[in-house]
């Protein structure tokens, strides 16, 4: 199957970055597990929206569909400008939807022009979306990447083993409590409430991280906490006993996959149970939520006292990781889906 991708606009960025992601192919957090899979399952040609827009429709015609990302510059929030660009490719249209929240949706009138809509965890409840029963329909899940692993499109190779010498649930632990995140624009004061709480209540135990900016907010001095480089950070997950995360932008971050994948016991926010991900991420068996900031003090405790309960579901946690990180499992669902509309 061969795929015409019109690809994330990335001009911002210096010539060298972007001349070495083309020699490597390597993906970010954002795109990288659904081009990863992608281009495991079909032959895929990579362009920019003005390029694609320059393409002649005889040379079009090569492609069995187009996939259009979200943020390569195409007007997707235009249904006629969209539907103008779409007909003049004639080709079937996909668009993927890599934004974090998950009630961020195309408009009806744009989606009226796609057959189908690749989304990063949509709602389950797809009700929630003001869309057309029929493009209800279009919606297919995918799902962000894990920034600890160094996936690539141009080799494919990488983004098939995803193993650990050691996980977290076999792991002396050396610290009791772990967070880490930025403070961006949005401030997310769930984020700068939660951890406050931690200092403030759970003093006795060995607390590690904090929170950082992202050079646009500040941070008040007593939660600050230092980024780490990979190594160190993923070996912080690794000998922690209880690592939170913590929603930033959108409910299910980069935080949840990199836990499940270092089987470290996580603690989350009780607000991805709503979402629609490509394979079940079962709350009380593959990590532990909190609805209120007392919950979270109370359940700190007590999984920090309780070994066995929590590297349950730490190893479940990294089960839960390898049904859901699966890039040629989810290769054959983005094929099945294209298969459908050519």
């Known amino acids: 199957m061969k795929i015409l991708y019109v690809i994330r606009k990335r001009e911002k960025r210096h010539w060298s970055k972007r001349l070495q992601r083309w020699i490597t192919g390597f993906t970010d957090g954002q795109d990288g597990f659904f081009e ?16 694609a827009a320059a393409m002649g429709r005889s040379a079009v015609a090569r492609y069995d569909a187009i996939i259009v990302n979200a943020k390569s510059g195409f007007p997707w929030q235009d249904g006629a400008k969209a539907g103008q660009q779409i ?6 249209a996909a668009i993927f939807i890599g934004q974090a929240r998950p009630f961020e949706m195309v408009p009806d009138d744009v989606a009226d022009q796609f057959d189908i809509l690749f989304k990063r965890e949509p709602f389950a409840d797809l009700g929630r979306y003001d869309l057309s029963n029929g493009n209800r ?32 649930y076999e792991h ?7 967070f ?4 961006g624009p949005n401030r997310f004061d769930n984020r700068v409430q ?10 006795d135990l060995r607390l590690k991280g904090g929170l950082a900016s992202n050079g646009q907010v500040e941070v008040p001095a007593h ?4 980024l780490m480089e990979k190594p160190e950070y993923l070996n912080t997950l690794l000998t922690t006993k209880v690592n939170l995360a913590l929603s930033g932008i959108g409910p299910f971050t980069h935080r949840h996959l990199e836990l499940f994948y270092a089987g470290a016991f996580a603690l989350s ?6 979402l629609w991900l490509r394979a079940p991420v079962v709350k009380g068996q593959d990590y532990a939520a909190f609805d209120t900031e007392d919950e979270m003090i109370d359940m700190i405790r007590y999984y920090v006292a309780h070994d066995a309960e929590r590297e349950a579901i730490a190893k479940n946690g990294r089960a839960c990781f390898e049904r859901l990180y699966d890039v040629p499992a989810h290769a054959v669902e983005l094929r099945d889906a294209l298969q459908k509309v050519i």
Request: one cysteine or more; glycine letters at 8%; proline letters at 5%.
């Open 137 to 168: 329909a279009k919606i297919v899940p995918t799902l962000l990447s894990n920034q600890l692993l160094r996936m690539s499109w141009r080799f494919k190779e990488r983004n098939t083993q995803f193993t650990l010498p050691k996980y977290g």
């Open 180 to 183: 880490s995140g930025k403070l």
């Open 87 to 92: 007909r003049a490719w004639g080709r079937p």
């Open 194 to 203: 939660a951890w406050e709480r931690v200092t403030a209540d759970l003093g």
């Open 36 to 51: 990863a899979s992608l281009h495991y399952g079909c032959s895929v040609t990579r362009r920019t929206y003005r390029e």
């Open 223 to 226: 939660l600050k906490g230092e």
């Open 269 to 274: 926010n009780n607000d991805i149970e709503p």
């Open 172 to 178: 002396e632990k050396t610290h009791d409590v772990y």
